[in-house]
């Protein structure tokens, strides 16, 4: 049957699933979600048979490509076919066929095709789950004797051709019937299974952005044979990168800071090299070889560049060679080497280290009145963010510290009298450390006296202000500080301003606190092996496999070493560092919201599965939720996410997306945001889409509502609007709606407000479907288990553009992207979800195509 104009085709398939029974999932898109019934002996196209199928829960949309295994543990455990799709054709009102007890409808799939009936028996005593009888019409497509058995003619996928047991076994798609050498990137990932063996350097090109690997503050110098010690520099971290006879000069968020540094870009122009990415400190050198953070400011405002002394202590990249992944040791030989032509005067110089000796090497550093030292693993390979293969032991106690407001001069002084001082907890809140009145000069004081008063706003930024007298500051500039000790109340001790920072987010400053330094490992050596390789990359490093374990937020992460994005090589750990990075941004827009979770055991490009329900002993950090079935069925468990162990917990169970809902596990029924998911069809530009999304804002805008804007990670994006809670869901989706249909009735030729392929074809799908009790969205900041690890990213209108594409939003570029909170705002906004009649306005008016504003 043809479908009607008021019933566009959706989508069905049927899941061939090998759980502690075989049976068979039929599932029809209705509504945002996937429909399902569970069909234990299959459908027939005989009219005469009537065949059980019990109602399931819903199932999100996106479940509907999935075939592979999901884990022993997990709800529904088993192979996973994709035995039928196509689409459905409602015959009649789906939501009156539903409420009554028959559903009527045509499908058009690969195996299973004409008209069908669902109706539903009367429930017996004790059953929790509706039972139904699918039941094949009597047309053209009906069969009878054994050309009626489907499921036996034609037992295997319609997406890869596989059986049962292949799915079950993971054998590969039928089409890949020749045999053929693995990959290169495959053959690295069998090499790694060996455990003294690493790869050789990769082929790559040269990479755009690198996160630098940092350090992490500990209370001793580590024991073991596997330590090497540099010294600890007093200035600002930099990454170089030469191609051809250029070089630039990155500071750690990513600025360039070339010009700044230009005799230094000049002398790493000359290197020996047509590529190359190095890691290092700029400094200033003062007697005795120390190195000096004021000297460095007072340095770069002269404008005196003669002393800059850069000291690189890594080597990343060289001549078209990822180097991150062989041991560090081998990396500084190649590093060493590379920089001897320069000399020994060039500003370009290599940071020398020692093997052993750790104690004497710190304690000669704290008698020379340096920094410090760095204890690094000399078999560890290169990992963005901070973890325990870098070591960092201070000789004096110091950190970054937010400057939040400052004090009236007293006496002679001229300016301000001290800076007061402040520090990001785990919640996210800016709390007091206590106020900075020494170690400025005049200088200092005159330049710096006019920022804080272009800055000055009239409520503090903290959390809870001391009770003293001061001008507060809006929170973006960062302080470094020495001080002795900290107080009880978390107050410094004999604080000394040393400079202020501008290569770290203000966003980013949290208290340090020392930690135990790793254990020494047993029986592990570091063994390098020879091997034919191209002449400018000779040696073939080996190294012992790391540590099991390792602990990110007070989480234990098993197998922190294992790849998560085979295509950009970020593993769990790397994926874990940077939740625990954006955690006082995300966790707002996350905390006690019901959660669905999208597990990928194996990782990114391997078969993974959606999650709604708790099915196993639910780890710190996370916390359940029940969620009553309005229609008088059994309630549901989901989890919802407490603090920022949760998010650690997540990606320890294998999490690579997390899904939420409009409202918080204690309002379950009064939802606080109100989600347009822009879905371009083929055809439609990314400027199409920016076009789009503003066009939405203005529509909102006109009803009264103040709209916010990210990225999903993929080729749209949503607009959120919050609303304060009042509203039902009933309400908020009719609303979502009547938005939708306005936008595709006045702009025909650029919106489409009904899914399906042909609809969308150069246009964009506004999905209103977001806002229904139960669907879910992206997180803000949550990654996607996609290509190059991308995430779901929090933007503002104004870098809405055509030239910031998603792409450039992973998992390894969001951490140093600056103290800009797009969303920070959300929270605060107030408005009322507009009544339901201003869904569909009286008057049409046409949407200006290149429309643009600057708004927040």
Not at 365 to 386: M, T
Not at 429 to 446: E, I, N, P, Q, S
Not at 541 to 562: C, I, K, Q, W
Request: positive net charge; aromatic residues 6%; charged residues 30%.
């Amino acid at each position: 049957m043809a479908p009607t104009s008021s019933h566009p085709r959706l989508r069905f398939l049927v899941h061939k699933h090998a759980a502690r029974r075989l049976h068979y999932d039929l599932r029809l898109e209705w509504d945002g979600v996937l429909k399902s019934w569970a069909v234990p002996k299959g459908p027939s196209l005989d009219p005469a048979d009537k065949r059980l199928a019990v109602a399931v829960a819903d199932h999100p949309l996106e479940y509907g490509t999935f075939e592979g295994t999901i884990p022993e543990g997990e709800y529904g455990a088993g192979a996973v076919m994709l035995w039928d799709r196509g689409t459905w054709t409602p015959l009649e009102d789906p939501r009156l066929g539903l409420r009554k007890g028959r559903l009527r409808f045509t499908l058009h799939g690969k195996k299973l095709r004409g008209a069908w009936d669902l109706v539903r028996m009367r429930p017996r005593g004790g059953e929790e789950q509706a039972s139904w009888l699918l039941i094949k019409e009597r047309d053209g497509e009906a069969r009878t004797g054994r050309a009626a058995d489907v499921t036996a003619r034609q037992p295997g996928s319609v997406a890869s051709g596989r059986s049962i047991e292949e799915i079950a076994a993971n054998a590969p798609r039928r089409s890949r019937t020749r045999a053929r050498m693995p990959k290169p990137r495959a053959r690295a990932r069998l090499a790694a299974r060996r455990p003294a063996v690493l790869p050789a350097p990769r082929k790559a090109p040269l990479p755009r952005r690198i996160s630098p690997e940092l350090a992490t503050l500990v209370t001793h110098v580590p024991t073991g044979d596997d330590w090497l010690f540099e010294t600890k520099f007093d200035g600002y971290r930099i990454l170089a990168r030469v191609e051809g006879r250029r070089a630039r000069l990155l500071s750690r968020n990513g600025k360039d800071w070339t010009e700044r540094f230009a005799p230094v870009a000049a002398a790493l122009a000359k290197l020996p090299a047509r590529q190359a990415v190095l890691d290092g400190e700029m400094v200033v050198l003062e007697r005795g070889g120390r190195t000096d953070f004021q000297a460095l400011q007072n340095t770069m405002r002269s404008g005196r560049t003669d002393r800059l002394v850069y000291f690189a202590f890594d080597l990343l990249h060289l001549d078209g060679f990822d180097l991150t992944r062989l041991p560090l040791i081998e990396r500084k030989r190649r590093l060493e080497a590379l920089l001897a032509p320069l000399g020994a005067k060039s500003p370009v110089r290599y940071s020398a280290h020692v093997e052993g000796h750790g104690e004497q090497a710190f304690r000669r550093a704290c008698d020379r009145a340096l920094e410090g030292v760095i204890a690094k693993r000399k078999d560890a390979s290169y990992r963005p963010g901070r973890g325990t293969d870098w070591l960092k032991l201070k000789c004096v106690e110091s950190q970054e510290f937010v400057v939040v407001g400052w004090t009236d001069p007293a006496g002679k002084r001229t300016g301000f009298g001290a800076l007061l001082l402040g520090v990001y907890d785990r919640r996210g809140k800016l709390v007091y450390a206590g106020k900075v009145g020494t170690g400025f000069d005049d200088a200092f004081l005159k330049e710096l006296t006019p920022r804080l008063k272009r800055l000055a706003r009239p409520r503090s930024p903290l959390a809870v202000p001391p009770r003293e007298k001061a001008h507060w500051v809006a929170p973006s500039l960062v302080a470094e500080v020495d001080f002795t000790d900290w107080t009880r109340d978390g107050r410094l001790r004999h604080p000394s301003f040393r400079g202020l920072r501008e290569d770290k987010p203000a966003r980013s400053v949290v208290r340090e606190t020392r930690e135990a330094p790793p254990k020494p490992r047993v029986g592990r050596t570091v063994r390098l092996r020879r091997a034919h390789v191209p002449p400018a990359e000779r040696g073939r490093a080996t190294a012992p496999p790391r540590a099991s374990e390792e602990r990110v937020a007070g989480v234990v992460l098993s197998h922190p070493d294992r790849v998560v994005y085979p295509t950009a090589g970020v593993t769990k750990l790397e994926l874990a560092r940077y939740y625990e990075t954006v955690a006082a941004r995300m966790l707002p827009h996350v905390v006690e919201r019901p959660l669905m979770i999208l597990r990928c055991p194996d990782g990114e490009g391997r078969p993974c599965f959606y999650q709604k329900n708790v099915t196993s002993r639910v780890p710190p950090g996370l916390a359940e939720v029940t969620i009553p079935d309005l229609e008088g069925g059994p309630p549901s468990t989901y989890l919802r996410i407490k603090d920022v162990r949760g998010l650690i917990a997540l990606v320890q169970m294998g999490v690579l997306e997390i899904h939420v809902w409009s409202t918080v596990a204690r309002r379950l029924e009064r939802p606080d945001r109100t989600v347009f998911d822009l879905d371009p069809g083929a055809g439609v530009t990314w400027a199409g889409v920016v076009s789009g999304a503003r066009a939405v804002r203005d529509e909102l805008e006109r009803r009264g509502l103040k709209s916010f804007v990210k990225t999903t990670g993929g080729k749209g994006v949503h607009v959120v609007a919050p609303i304060t809670p009042g509203a039902a869901w009933s309400d908020v989706r009719a609303f979502a709606r009547g938005v939708a249909e306005t936008l595709a009735r006045v702009a025909p030729k650029r919106f489409v407000a009904q899914s399906g392929e042909a609809r969308r074809r150069g246009k964009i799908f506004v999905d209103y479907l977001r806002n229904g009790r139960g669907a879910t969205w992206v997180a803000p900041y949550s990654a996607r288990a996609r290509k190059g690890a991308p995430v779901s990213m929090p933007i503002s209108w104004d870098d809405l553009t055509a030239g910031h594409r998603p792409a450039r939003w992973t998992v390894r570029t969001v951490p140093p992207l600056g103290d800009r909170d797009a969303w920070q705002g959300i929270a605060r906004v107030r408005q009322l979800l507009p009544p339901a009649e201003a869904g569909r306005p009286d008057v049409e008016r046409p949407i200006e195509p290149g429309r643009v504003r600057a708004r927040g």
